[in-house]
């Protein structure tokens, strides 16, 4: 385990029922559903108790963060939102952050750090919690087709509460965001997807793309780089811009999940330039590989390869799980992409 990297809590992130570290042929695993189900129980009666993350810090003083309950036509979700202090009384922007297995959104938020960012630049950030009740390892459900679809399941909650998010506090044009970890990352491109008119941009940490998988057994096999072809969401002039974040010593979800999704977003859309940065890092930071593919001066899509990371969140802080605070800071890497179509941050 690189150093640096708090130990998680389950060995899975990505997936609610799938174990790691079992045999596998090669394609799909070849498990009935009811040897998985038992291997899970067995793996999750292993597994230490989950530790309490501390309170992520929000300043300046003035700023709140808080506990709701959003309630949707296709359901409801407890969320933490934090509201930043401006001058004007109005955020600058609306970041969704999806959560990964087995966290919730105040572990999420104080791994992340993402508050701070976010008093800096006055956006609101709005953390949805999974209900277990959902998911038994609290995942957001990215691999089910009743989750895959506009007008209902998860991306419809998700969506709704966006939406409701940006008309109440007024967010303005351009400056509505959503990112996620692992099976949280796979979530934001769901909903990215199927709901593309609502955000201006996606960040997917070591995630993987929209249609990836269509079952459990599939997203075993596309979390270990054999998934389906991606998909394209519903025809539309919108399309989110993109920013990937991934280890290359990720064994979780493995790498070519993001070289895939980077690749779909080529073919989509018309490139004027693709380029390739490598940046040696801070001396205590990982190096990183760069590619972005710009169009009339924007970068669309950006994809950070970050050398000798696991499957955690990069520049991450230790009062939360699956976090990697060697750096590069992934969370403020998303930021700068996100509000860069504005000009400089």
């Excluded at 202090?85 to 966290?103: D, E, F, I, R, Y």
Aim: aromatic share 6%.
């Amino acid at each position: 385990m690189p150093p640096g990297i708090v130990a998680p809590r389950h060995t899975q992130l990505a997936t609610a029922r799938v174990p790691r570290g079992e045999p596998q042929s090669s394609g799909r695993p070849t498990y009935p559903l009811g040897k998985v189900v038992e291997m899970l129980k067995a793996r999750r009666a292993r597994s230490p108790a989950p530790h309490a993350p501390a309170a992520p810090r929000t300043s300046p003083a003035d700023a709140r963060f808080i506990s709701r309950t959003f309630q949707g036509r296709a359901g409801s979700r407890d969320y933490r939102l934090y509201v930043p202090a401006t001058t004007s009384g109005v955020p600058n922007g609306l970041v969704v952050m999806l959560h990964g297995c087995n966290q919730d959104p105040d572990d999420f938020a104080a791994g992340t750090d993402m508050n701070r960012l976010a008093a800096a630049h006055g956006l609101l950030v709005a953390y949805p919690g999974q209900s277990r009740r959902a998911n038994m390892s609290g995942c957001w459900n990215w691999f089910d087709p009743n989750h895959q679809r506009r007008g209902g399941g998860e991306p419809a909650i998700l969506a709704d509460l966006t939406t409701a998010l940006r008309d109440e506090f007024g967010i303005p044009s351009g400056r509505v965001f959503v990112a996620g970890l692992s099976a949280g990352g796979a979530m934001a491109a769901v909903v990215a997807a199927t709901y593309p008119e609502i955000y201006d941009a996606i960040g997917i940490h070591s995630g993987l793309g929209y249609g990836a998988a269509s079952d459990v057994m599939s997203a075993f096999s596309a979390m270990n780089g054999s998934g389906g072809p991606l998909r394209a969401g519903p025809a539309t002039d919108a399309q989110p811009r993109l920013i990937i974040v991934h280890g290359t010593a990720d064994t979780t979800v493995v790498p070519s999940n993001a070289a895939s999704i980077f690749d779909a977003m080529e073919d989509l859309l018309p490139v004027g330039r693709r380029s390739v940065e490598r940046i040696a890092g801070s001396p205590n930071g990982r190096p990183e590989t760069v590619h972005r593919l710009e169009r009339d001066g924007v970068v669309v899509a950006e994809m950070r390869i970050v050398e000798g990371m696991g499957h955690a969140w990069a520049g991450g802080s230790e009062a939360g799980s699956y976090t990697d605070p060697v750096g590069p800071d992934a969370s403020a890497a998303m930021i700068r992409f996100f509000l860069a179509a504005d000009g400089p941050t």
